[in-house]
């Protein structure tokens, strides 16, 4: 497809995904929050609470029945469509980016499978992920919601673990976030709408609503309440190669993971009490503590010695040093024969028609300004070249390292 084409398609998806995306969780988020703050004190008959708000120069009065009203009113508005409509945008977003260019983002450099192969374990991922789920729910693990919640929190630590041995750290990040939010629009779908839709038709007509439905409902709401902040990182994950970019990357997304959850749990039940206050600073100290353990300079020796590797590159690039500064024009060398296949003003890649984000590395200048950005991704995390489809080695990476160490000098 025409790179134009695919960019504005990718735009035009994924405005889409976000808005209903806002939607759904908007609601959800406002649906949680009211539950837990109703006035349940001395509520009128047929109540089981009621709120006073004001927002946007009016005032509101929501009240919340035990059941139903005397009357079904003719218009009662269901929230479905924001959950169907983000996961039906979220799957084709996954197309466009990751199926459609699997060479360049979802593949793993060295995993041994080829496009379609990766593709067919994607899809697959999302089915398992939902059939697995659901089984448990259903399961004697559904009468124990917390060890319910802690096994199904380390299957998805596992599906992370897995995917990250046959796909890129940006493919297998995205692929436990498409599996996460199928379980969640599933739990709509197939378990709190149809619960719902039983409450009213029972209520219609006048018989007794199957009490197990409404229950399951619950439970499925819950998840779909503390899986959404983990969901939400994942969305802005490829920002970040140094999470994705990690050998422990699937470590640290759990890690991520759990402090989201801490995070939900605090606005979840501070209405009632303030007893798991403690889980804001432990999460904050948490993401203090990830971001050292996965900083580049954590661990690593004084002088550190790495093993020259041959080259499979078509085209040859001489790295062999000739005095103690390695020259700028060996490293302008490597950079034009590496990364600027994409990141150019002209790029040669049929994938792009305009350099990824913004990024072009054509001139000296330009090279010196995103000497950061290049050590991070190149160097450090070794997400770029993506693929490494121009077969940048790592003696090619230890000569950008070294050259940005000794101040990336370009005279």
């Not at 005032?59 to 508005?77: F, Q, R, S, T, V």
């Not at 899809?123 to 060890?147: E, H, M, N, Q, R």
């Not at 197990?212 to 959404?228: D, E, F, I, Q």
């Not at 003696?395 to 070294?402: K, N, P």
Request: hydrophobic share 45%.
């Amino acid at each position: 497809m025409d790179p134009h084409m695919t960019e504005w398609l990718n735009l035009l998806i994924r405005w889409v995904h976000m808005v209903v995306g806002v939607a759904w969780i908007g609601a959800s988020f406002y649906f949680v929050w009211l539950e837990n703050n109703l006035n349940r004190s001395n509520p009128k008959d047929g109540l089981s609470g009621d709120l006073w708000a004001i927002h946007g120069g009016g005032i509101y009065h929501l009240e919340k029945y035990k059941l139903a009203p005397p009357k079904m009113p003719d218009n009662l508005h269901w929230f479905k469509w924001e959950a169907y409509f983000t996961w039906i945008t979220g799957v084709c977003l996954l197309g466009v980016v990751y199926y459609l260019n699997a060479d360049l983002y979802l593949v793993a450099p060295g995993s041994g499978i080829d496009s379609t192969t990766a593709i067919a374990i994607g899809i697959g991922s999302l089915a398992v992920g939902w059939l697995v789920y659901s089984f448990l729910c259903d399961s004697f693990l559904g009468k124990t919601p917390v060890i319910l919640g802690v096994v199904l929190f380390l299957g998805l630590v596992a599906a992370a673990y897995g995917l990250t041995q046959v796909f890129s750290g940006r493919g297998a990040y995205i692929h436990v976030g498409a599996i996460i939010g199928t379980i969640m629009v599933g739990n709509v779908f197939f378990v709190i709408m149809p619960a719902q839709r039983n409450l009213v038709k029972a209520i219609e007509e006048n018989t007794e609503p199957d009490p197990r439905l409404p229950a399951k409902g619950l439970l499925r709401s819950r998840h779909n309440n503390y899986l959404t902040l983990p969901v939400l990182f994942i969305m802005i994950s490829n920002h970040f190669p140094s999470t994705y970019g990690s050998h422990y990357n699937w470590l640290i997304l759990a890690g991520l993971s759990v402090f989201s959850i801490l995070v939900r749990h605090y606005f979840n039940t501070r209405h009632g009490s303030q007893k798991f206050a403690w889980t804001i600073p432990v999460a904050a100290l948490g993401m203090i503590t990830l971001a050292f353990v996965t900083s580049p300079y954590a661990n690593q020796p004084a002088s550190p010695q790495v093993a020259h590797t041959e080259s499979h590159a078509t085209v040859n690039v001489d790295v062999e040093k000739d005095d103690a500064t390695s020259s700028f024009a060996k490293i302008n060398q490597v950079i034009q024969v590496r990364c600027t296949v994409c990141h150019s003003a002209t790029p040669t890649h049929a994938a792009f028609q305009t350099a990824p984000g913004g990024v072009m590395l054509d001139t000296p200048q330009e090279i010196k300004i995103n000497a950061s950005r290049i050590v991070a991704q190149s160097v450090t995390t070794k997400v770029m070249p993506l693929g490494n489809l121009t077969k940048m080695t790592d003696d090619e990476r230890v000569l950008i390292g070294e050259w940005v160490e000794q101040g990336a000098q370009i005279q």
